[in-house]
Every structure is written in C-alpha cells, then in structure tokens.
C-alpha cells in the first residue's frame, strides 16, 4: 500500500497509508478528538473529516472555536434547516444557503408565507432529524447527471445555477443527509447529529441573487452551537443588541431621524445628534491638524470626465447616482473625494520637497443603495467620509502607511476603543494596474504591519479594484466587530491623471497615493458609538452635559446664574423649566441619560452651592459651583469612560 506523509501543527511528520481520512488519522491521536474534530484544513483547504487524502499534506483540525469551524457547523445547519422545510413543504425549492459572520440563512421559494409560529415548527422538525444522525455523504457528478437530478425535482434555482457550472474547471458535487439531497460544494460535518442548538431568528423576503426584478423568496436566519450555554449567551447578547438599537435610542433621546417621504438612506441630524457630531469632527480636525495633515473642501458634483478617468464610472457605476445635464454636459454627485483632491494636486508643478501631502476632508458624498438594505445609520446613501489622501514618493510610501496605522491607533483608543484587528486586503478578480505593481503595493503594506508588529488576517481578492489595503476593524462593548479604518494603496489614479512631481534628478515622476478613512464615515460612526455606550455618551460627547433642576419655580433665576456659569467655562448644560415634580424631572433626565443633574433649592441658593446627581450613581454631594467646573473640566479634557 502507497505511504503518505502528513504534518501536524506542531511541525512534527508521520507516514500513513495512503486514502486514509482526517477521522482515521484523528483517531490515531485520540478518540475524543475525533470525536470532537468538525472538518479538517488540509493544505490550506478545508474538507470532510470523512474525506480520503491521496497525497502529502499539512493538516489541522477545525473546532467550534476555530472561524473556519464554526462555517462548518453553520453550513451544515443550514443544510439541516432545509432539509427540515422540505418535509415540512414538499414542494420547497432552494436558493442558496451559506453561513455568514454569524448563522447562517437560507431563501427558498414555497406557497405559504411563514411567520414566528412556523419557524418554531421547522426548528422541531430540525432538532428531530438531527436526533437521527444522519451522515452528510457527498457525491461528485457530471455537470448533466446533476442537471437530470434537479429537472427531476423541479428546482428552477439550482438549475440557474447549475447551468453557469463549468464542468472542466469546477467540481460539482450534491450532498445526501438522509432522504435529503442539496447541490452544495460542502464541506460539512460528519453527521447531522453534531448540530445540538438551533435558534430560528427571523424570516423575511429576499429577491432571487439579490436582483429586484427577480421573484421574491424566502430568507430564514438562524444561529447553531454544539453547548447549550453558548445558545443561551447568544440570544443574551441579541437582547442586549435590541436595547443598544441605534434607531431606538436616537429616536428616544432626539439625535436623528430618517424621512422616507422626503428621501430613503438620508439622515436628519437634530439639535442633540449635531452636538455629538460637532465634538466628533472638532476633535478629528484637531488631530489631523497636529498629524501634519491639511484640511480641503470639495465640491458635491462634477464633469462625467472625471469618473470616467478615474475608473468610477467603469467599476462603480452601480453604486453612483445617474446623471445630471448642466449646460449640455453630464455631471455626476460625487461618490468619492479623491478625483477632487487630485485636481487640486494638479492646480501647480510639485517637488518632490513638497511631499509628502497628507490633505483631509470632510466630504459628503452620495451612493446609491439598495432599499432593502438601508439601515438607521449603518446602510445609508448620504454619508459624510472622513477622507483623506496622502502624496508621496516611491521612498516614503512605507513610513507613510506606518504613520496611518499609529494614528488611527490613537484615534481609536480617544474614542475608548483598544482592541482592534489588522486585514491585508489582495488584489480582487476586476482590478486595473499589472501584477508587478500590485505585487510591490502589496508587499509595502506587509512590511508595514510587520515593522508595527502587528498581527493580522489576508483577504485574498478583498482589495479595491486600484490597488490593495489594509483595513482594521474594532470590537465594540458587545464584542461585535465593525469594518472601519481603510488604508489604500492606488497607483491607479496617478496614472489616469497624469500625476507628476518632479524629482531630485530634475525629472518627471509620478507619485504614489494612498486613501484613508479612520471613522469610516460619520454617520455610520455615530450609530456605532450609540450601541457601544447603549446612548450613554461620555461626558466629553454628551449633548447635554449637565441638566439643571430648580426644586420649584422659586429657584429658576439661581438656576439661570448656575447654567450661565457653566456655559461660560464652555459645559454643555440646560435648564429644565417644567413645571413639574421633582421626582419626574430626575427619571426623566435619567431616561435621557444626562452624565450630570444639578438640584438647587432654598439650601443650594442660601450656600450658593449645588447638589450633583451623577447618572445611575444618584446624589454624589455639595459642590461650589467652581469645584463642579473643575471637575468637569478635568473629566472631558481626559476623555474619561464608562462602558454600560
């Protein structure tokens, strides 16, 4: 029998017979690890625990723990929940049926509308069929054998999607559970037994491959664990999520609203809202400002010739809005700020003394989104990016990618947020620019990170049709990650443009040019920052920072002198006029979640002095009104947080 050799993780090589399966070479090493292994990687692929190996490989096997894993287990769950709504409506026919960031979902196409009720059905049915035990047995069949399979049953969608299958470059494989079969590239886990813990989230419609003049299907979502406390923290952290729901906190505390009469995906910053945001991009100037950056401002629309040099037009045009005739000519509202940044590069002859140029703006832009997609604040179609560009030489292009990466750091850690993970985007299918510039771009980005020290994933085929990048994400409160600083290497639009700067040599050469966001995008920012702190703003953010109280109508005028006080030393405080009891107007405010109420009454007035309630600490004593400023002071130049 033909011998195989096979590396551990540990680097540590051993020689099996040929065939064998990651199963049989977990048992090897122990049973409980057999048992507990879901699939294995092996040279970088990831398959069935059941499946042979033919040569020699690298292997590792993947735990509920391991991401990889967890895409296994929730592949196969949505498998299983397919396999149940089959025998539930046996005239289902199947979309498509992946896992995601968190779940899984699968669309389907059946006569009934299904509601919260039927969902608990199919989980039922689930947990039946999976009591069963059933083996995910996969088979690989000729591109007509599975086309006869699913003519047989009927199912126009995998038929679709069978008939774009090259059968010379693709494998097409279908998957058995039991009497259930799906056209599924797999892998999945070795039996449907595994899948312990299933939770139905939500149904809702879903046109076919996203395309609105597509029928509209059906969508279940759900989640799976193999431990039932894992269920059980999960559906925790939802409800907690509902209570941080950017949406309902902005329209409870009076922060933002969206009209859709007066137009989808554009947001309404009111009074409170415009508070925060003013403190947001004071203190984003502020920072670029003493980063060596300088500040632009652009306009909201341009000539079409300039989304057709820089690419838009051709790779993002989808994405833009149409075209507006200006004087017989088309204009487009601008989806991006750099076309404009780099037409004020070109405004004069550069040196290569100049660069590098690190220019930021603040720039409204409009993107077309899909209704079905827009979300309060987190999906939009106006947004205000915060956008920079940096120009520089050949030389300086890895210090400068180095110099973003400390400063988005430091951006991040002054909004409380430290735990962040580095992605090293590569070049995607549609791209412009040869490989040997995206190879060299790619490799700066690298030695980047590594000079940093710093640890991160590769997303192969993630970057931006003109160049690679890195983009970092954060971990809110709820341990949520959020996609949001973006470093891009373009070496795309300098040549489009005809970017020059002439040399020590004296020679024309062209410069290298890198895009950044930090905050991603205000408003995206900002809903964000809502369900971290659950509305509970920072005292340096807070729109209103104090609420001031009079006992009774009495004390309004010492109130109106302690307010004019605080404004004065530049604190955001407001007085509350009501006429109402006392005990109404501190839960009110404690609803509002104001970081500070100042009660004044007949002993306040007397000792010119204030009583300070702290939110959901309650009464924290006597102050002076200086000593109060004092304190505040120091709370928001210090940035100081709460997490709640």
């Known amino acids: 029998m033909d011998k195989i050799k096979i590396k551990f993780p540990d680097s540590q090589i051993k020689e099996f017979e040929k065939g064998i399966t990651p199963y049989q070479v977990a048992q090897s090493i122990s049973s409980r690890l057999a048992d507990d292994a879901l699939a294995a990687e092996?040279?970088?692929?990831?398959?069935?625990?059941?499946?042979?190996?033919?040569?020699?490989?690298?292997?590792?096997?993947?735990?509920?723990?391991?991401?990889?894993?967890?895409?296994?287990?929730?592949?196969?769950?949505?498998?299983?929940?397919?396999?149940?709504?089959?025998?539930?409506?046996?005239?289902?026919?199947?979309?498509?049926?992946?896992?995601?960031?968190?779940?899984?979902?699968?669309?389907?196409?059946?006569?009934?509308?299904?509601?919260?009720?039927?969902?608990?059905?199919?989980?039922?049915?689930?947990?039946?069929?999976?009591?069963?035990?059933?083996?995910?047995?996969?088979?690989?069949?000729?591109?007509?054998?599975?086309?006869?399979?699913?003519?047989?049953?009927?199912?126009?969608?995998?038929?679709?999607?069978?008939?774009?299958?090259?059968?010379?470059?693709?494998?097409?494989?279908?998957?058995?559970?039991?009497?259930?079969?799906?056209?599924?590239?797999?892998p999945h886990l070795p039996s449907a037994g595994k899948i312990k813990y299933v939770k139905l989230l939500s149904v809702s419609g879903s046109y076919w491959r996203g395309d609105e003049h597509n029928k509209q299907l059906q969508r279940i979502y759900g989640i799976s664990f193999p431990k039932k406390k894992m269920l059980e923290d999960y559906i925790h952290l939802l409800e907690e999520a509902k209570r941080r729901d950017h949406r309902k906190l902005g329209k409870q505390l009076d922060l933002f609203s969206v009209h859709e009469e007066a137009g989808a995906g554009l947001i309404y910053w009111h009074p409170k809202g415009a508070r925060v945001r003013l403190e947001i991009e004071d203190y984003w100037r502020k920072a670029h400002l003493e980063n060596g950056y300088e500040l632009l401002y652009s306009p909201h629309l341009g000539k079409s010739w300039l989304w057709e040099t820089s690419g838009h037009l051709g790779f993002y045009k989808d994405s833009m809005y149409a075209s507006m005739k200006i004087d017989d000519q088309d204009y487009y509202i601008k989806p991006m700020n750099c076309p404009f940044h780099i037409m004020i590069y070109k405004s004069q002859l550069r040196s290569y003394r100049d660069l590098p140029l690190r220019w930021g703006e603040l720039g409204t832009v409009y993107r077309y989104e899909k209704s079905g997609v827009l979300h309060g604040l987190l999906r939009v179609r106006g947004f205000t990016q915060d956008d920079a560009h940096i120009f520089c030489t050949h030389a300086q292009i890895e210090d400068e990618i180095i110099e973003v990466i400390r400063f988005a750091k430091m951006v991040w850690a002054a909004f409380g947020f430290n735990d962040l993970k580095f992605y090293l985007s590569t070049k995607p299918e549609k791209a412009v620019g040869e490989d040997e510039l995206w190879n060299k771009a790619t490799d700066s980005l690298k030695n980047a990170l590594s000079r940093e020290k710093l640890e991160y994933e590769v997303d192969e085929g993630g970057g931006a049709f003109y160049g690679p990048k890195i983009d970092i994400k954060i971990k809110d409160a709820l341990k949520r990650e959020w996609q949001m600083s973006t470093v891009q290497f373009d070496f795309n639009e300098p040549e489009r443009f005809d970017m020059k700067y002439i040399g020590e040599d004296g020679k024309e050469h062209r410069p290298f040019m890198v895009h950044r966001a930090l905050l991603g995008s205000i408003e995206r920012f900002f809903g964000i920052l809502i369900e971290h702190f659950a509305g509970d703003f920072p005292t340096w953010l807070a729109p209103v920072q104090v609420a001031i109280i009079p006992v009774s109508q009495n004390f309004s005028e010492y109130a109106l002198k302690v307010n004019e006080k605080l404004r004065q030393a530049g604190i955001r405080s407001q007085v509350d006029h009501r006429n109402e009891k006392i005990g109404y107007k501190i839960r009110d405010w404690e609803m509002q979640k104001v970081p500070y109420m100042v009660i004044v009454g007949e002993k306040e007035v007397t000792s010119e002095n204030i009583s300070v309630r702290k939110h959901k600490k309650g009464d924290i004593g006597t102050f002076k009104i200086s000593d109060f400023i004092d304190k505040l002071a120091t709370e928001i130049l210090n940035k100081d947080y709460t997490i709640n």
């Open 42 to 186: 092996v040279n970088g692929s990831v398959i069935e625990m059941h499946r042979p190996i033919k040569d020699d490989t690298s292997i590792r096997f993947l735990m509920f723990d391991d991401e990889q894993g967890k895409e296994v287990y929730w592949h196969s769950t949505s498998h299983l929940m397919a396999h149940a709504i089959k025998s539930i409506y046996p005239e289902a026919k199947f979309g498509v049926g992946p896992p995601i960031e968190n779940g899984f979902y699968y669309d389907f196409d059946i006569n009934k509308k299904l509601d919260e009720e039927d969902l608990l059905k199919i989980e039922a049915q689930m947990e039946k069929i999976a009591k069963e035990d059933n083996k995910f047995e996969r088979e690989e069949l000729s591109k007509q054998s599975a086309i006869d399979f699913f003519r047989k049953k009927n199912d126009e969608y995998k038929l679709e999607i069978l008939s774009e299958l090259d059968e010379n470059s693709e494998v097409i494989s279908i998957y058995n559970e039991g009497d259930f079969t799906d056209l599924c590239t797999g």
